[in-house]
């Protein structure tokens, strides 16, 4: 039986915070990042990635990323991760700067379940059930008789010229089931590739499951920075062996921009746009029966927000983690004290006994707040992603007019790399090193502090589990619930 949460989040900013009814069991991870999203893993959004595509022909465009559902183990059956029906998943981009999304995709899904009477779940093997024999393989493409508990969506985009209602790119496109076991999902890969769709202006768009990308030495950062290591190697990825449900889509660059058109260089006045990923529910349920029904006449609430990497997890306080996950970065200026004198570098001086900047940290406001100015990284002239109004925007920030790296650097630009984070964030960036030195003050940015052990800050873990792919939607294939 699906699980849901049976009646939505009501949130009012500033005031108070309510939740009842009945809360999902959740897995252990580091994307749990505030109080009340725990007890909601299918709306909890857990990374996102904003890059230049990079697959051979799809020079023109750019591929953004939202995944979801934290830690999922391959063998979570009978019945299978998938997104959830009642929850709006967003993918939101603003191209002025003023932190309020221009551009929104929106996906929604329905479920369906074909056969009843199954008792295995996601999958019927109805070729012996119908007398005719063996049972191998079962699923081998998103409409296969076997496939007995589906999930179609609907991608619909709202723009100024669409209207709050949008205008809907596709629908009735179906998502891959999970990656069960060699048996009932041989060939995964070719299976979610048959599960890449076609979107209007060449566009491509997938949903379903993938390998978890993130990689991170999570047990010993939330044992109050007990790093079994300090440096790039000699610890162990805690996302090791778990999976994730993502939402990748690929459009045109001149798709996203301000001017409809392609930038003429990455110094142009509409070369930088901004993206982040939110999850809303409906404000009220309607009960019918056993099943929650999310009501028609409800409002959406947004109940989870993610730009960049671990800024709810290791800047915002405990107090308002749950009010910045509904939070428009349009009101980030609330959030502004947090980033200019965090509590992470103080941290880190008393367990690793470094110097670290004074407050305030300008330069964590250009990194995550407000983008970074041309001219201000050495021997990089034209790297730019500032994008803002003048205010505090928190947010991935990707100057689409940066071509990708024929070398990528999973450090990004403190490794040379200027197509890497924090230029939008790249399947294979190190996000969590690169932050670790960025918050301890080891960046061009803050040059006293520039040095050892500063610069060479990381929690041990420098590669993932699993190859990505070279080609769309990136992340890897998700681990099998039975592998051979």
């Given at each position: ?215 991170v030495d999570v047990s010993a950062i939330f044992d109050t920075l007990n790093l079994r290591s300090i440096t790039s190697t000699g610890s162990k990825d805690s996302t090791a062996g778990f999976n994730v449900h993502a939402i990748a889509i690929e459009v045109p660059v001149k798709d996203v921009t301000r001017s409809g058109k392609v930038p003429s260089g990455p110094t142009a006045a509409d070369a930088v746009i901004g993206m982040w ?208």
């Amino acid at each position: 039986m699906r699980k849901t949460l049976t009646l939505a989040l009501l949130f009012v900013l500033g005031c108070s915070l309510l939740l009842s009814g009945i809360t999902r069991p959740s897995q252990a991870s580091s994307h749990r990042e505030a109080p009340l999203i725990v007890s909601d893993p299918l709306a909890d959004n857990t990374d996102v990635y904003a890059f230049r595509s990079t697959e051979a022909g799809r020079e023109g465009f750019v591929t953004f990323i939202a995944n979801y559902i934290p830690f999922e183990a391959p063998y979570g059956g009978p019945h299978f991760y998938k997104f959830d029906d009642t929850v709006l998943y967003e993918i939101k981009i603003d191209n002025t700067g003023d932190g309020v999304e221009d551009i929104s995709y929106q996906f929604q899904f329905t479920n369906n379940i074909k056969n009843g009477d199954i008792i295995l779940g996601m999958a019927a093997p109805n070729e012996a059930l119908a007398g005719k024999g063996g049972i191998d393989p079962l699923i081998t493409n998103g409409n296969d008789p076997d496939f007995n508990e589906t999930q179609s969506y609907t991608v619909t985009r709202v723009d100024k010229h669409t209207g709050p209602k949008g205008k809907v790119l596709a629908s009735g496109l179906h998502t891959p089931p999970c990656n069960i076991g060699n048996r009932t999902t041989p060939d995964y890969e070719v299976l979610a590739q048959h599960t890449v769709h076609q979107l209007p202006g060449g566009g491509r768009v997938f949903a379903g499951q993938r390998d978890e990308g993130f990689y991170v030495d999570v047990s010993a950062i939330f044992d109050t920075l007990n790093l079994r290591s300090i440096t790039s190697t000699g610890s162990k990825d805690s996302t090791a062996g778990f999976n994730v449900h993502a939402i990748a889509i690929e459009v045109p660059v001149k798709d996203v921009t301000r001017s409809g058109k392609v930038p003429s260089g990455p110094t142009a006045a509409d070369a930088v746009i901004g993206m982040w990923a939110t999850a809303s529910r409906r404000s009220t349920n309607v009960f019918r029966g056993q099943q929650a029904h999310g009501s028609r006449n409800g409002q959406w609430v947004q109940i989870s927000r993610l730009g960049n990497p671990l800024v709810n997890e290791v800047v915002i306080p405990l107090k308002l983690k749950d009010t910045f996950n509904g939070l428009s970065p349009r009101d980030d200026a609330a959030a502004a004290p947090f980033v200019l004198d965090p509590q992470l570098p103080k941290l880190l001086k008393a367990v690793y006994k470094i110097d670290i900047p004074a407050a305030p940290r300008n330069d964590l406001v250009a990194i995550f707040a407000t983008g970074i100015k041309a001219g201000s990284v050495p021997g990089a002239p034209e790297f730019n992603t500032w994008l803002s109004d003048g205010k505090p925007h928190e947010m991935l920030r990707l100057n689409v007019a940066i071509p990708p790296s024929a070398n990528p650097n999973r450090l990004g630009l403190l490794g040379g790399d200027p197509a890497g984070f924090p230029n939008g964030r790249r399947v294979g960036d190190d996000v969590t090193d690169i932050a670790l030195r960025a918050v301890a003050g080891g960046t061009p940015f803050t040059p006293e502090t520039n040095k050892a052990p500063n610069n060479t800050l990381g929690d041990g873990v420098e590669g993932n589990d699993v190859p990505y792919l070279t080609r769309f939607p990136y992340l890897g294939t998700p681990h099998s619930g039975n592998p051979k």
